[in-house]
């Protein structure tokens, strides 16, 4: 599978201090890749290592392919970043921004009104970006960086310090991109909820290290299992009989009984017998899933230190 990004045991440290260590990145062309991690936990030295910010020292980092390394700068023109804050000048336009930006890379200016239209901000092109919102200034970030129309788009938490409308903005800022303009977006977050809105694939790093890496359908089955199914039942525990013995199933509170997941079938085949059985089934849902266990993988550790 082609990659748009691959790292090979990418390691980095600041002085003594390792902050990235053995990562080996696989991130899909075509995918929306989530980086997801807690603060501190290495996505931004990760990123600044990708984007050139930080030079390895060792050749392990491919965009497309290629080596970062060995075509330096050329590589960057197949990429746009938008890394924190993007730089813009606030006592300029949203339209001058980008025409200064694209006269200084020798852009067309003709991109100017595409990226207008990609970012939603063609209404405001000319109002100054002093009085942008702080999501108004994200956007315009992300169309500096599609300026060049890059096939790769690196965004270090863009919706970071966002308003909930804000957040919801740039969830359907990236998704036209991925959608719409066939982008492969590579995003960093510390919020599994947004991964989960966005991503077709994830990778977890932790202290410095990649905890996971898959599609978001695998991670989905995979937190799934060590769950528990709970089966909302008036009067449970007249019906606990009914559940077969060997499946662990135990009373929950007054009118709910829960055991151990252990896949969709069983769920389906439990409710059919139930059912059958006159058990007055009226809901059913999963406890523990993503949310719990990547807190538990997040966790785990940091009680060590
Ligand atoms: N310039 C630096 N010098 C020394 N240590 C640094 C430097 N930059 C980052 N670190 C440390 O490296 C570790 C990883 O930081 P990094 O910013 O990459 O994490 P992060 O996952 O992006 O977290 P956050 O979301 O809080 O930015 C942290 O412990 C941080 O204190």
């Not at 000048?89 to 207008?116: C, F, K, Q, S, W």
């Amino acid at each position: 599978m082609p990659y748009a990004i691959h790292t090979q045991d990418l390691s980095f440290a600041f002085g003594r201090r390792t902050v990235v260590s053995g990562l080996s990145l696989h991130v899909p062309e075509g995918s929306i890749y989530g980086f997801l991690g807690p603060n501190g936990a290495g996505k931004s030295t990760s990123i600044r290592l990708l984007t050139g910010m930080l030079l390895s020292d060792k050749d392990n980092i491919f965009i497309g392919g290629r080596s970062l390394r060995r075509h330096l700068p050329d590589i960057f023109r197949g990429m746009g970043t938008l890394i924190e804050s993007p730089s813009l000048y606030a006592h300029l336009t949203a339209r001058e921004n980008l025409r200064l930006i694209a006269t200084l890379r020798g852009l067309p200016a003709a991109r100017i009104d595409e990226v207008l239209a990609i970012v939603g901000l063609r209404s405001v092109q000319h109002r100054k970006v002093a009085h942008f919102s702080l999501g108004m200034k994200q956007r315009l970030g992300i169309g500096i960086a599609l300026l060049a129309d890059p096939a790769l788009l690196i965004l270090d938490e863009p919706a970071n310090g966002l308003d909930p409308s804000g957040i919801i903005e740039i969830r359907d800022l990236i998704r036209h991109l991925h959608q719409q303009e066939g982008k492969t977006i590579f995003v960093s977050s510390h919020l599994l909820a947004e991964v989960e809105k966005t991503c077709t694939h994830i990778g977890i790093i932790h202290k410095g290290t990649l905890r996971y890496e898959g599609t978001l359908e695998q991670l989905q089955l995979e937190a799934r299992q060590g769950g528990e199914v709970v089966f909302t039942i008036p009067a449970a525990a007249q019906h606990l009989t009914a559940f077969p013995d060997d499946w662990g199933a135990r009373l929950h509170s007054a009118d709910e009984v829960l055991f151990p997941y252990t896949g969709a079938d069983r769920i389906t085949e439990l409710n059919q017998r139930l059912v059958g059985a006159g058990v007055p089934v009226c809901g059913i849902r999963m406890q523990g899933g993503l949310e719990d266990w990547f807190m538990r993988l997040t966790q785990k550790d940091r009680e060590i230190v």
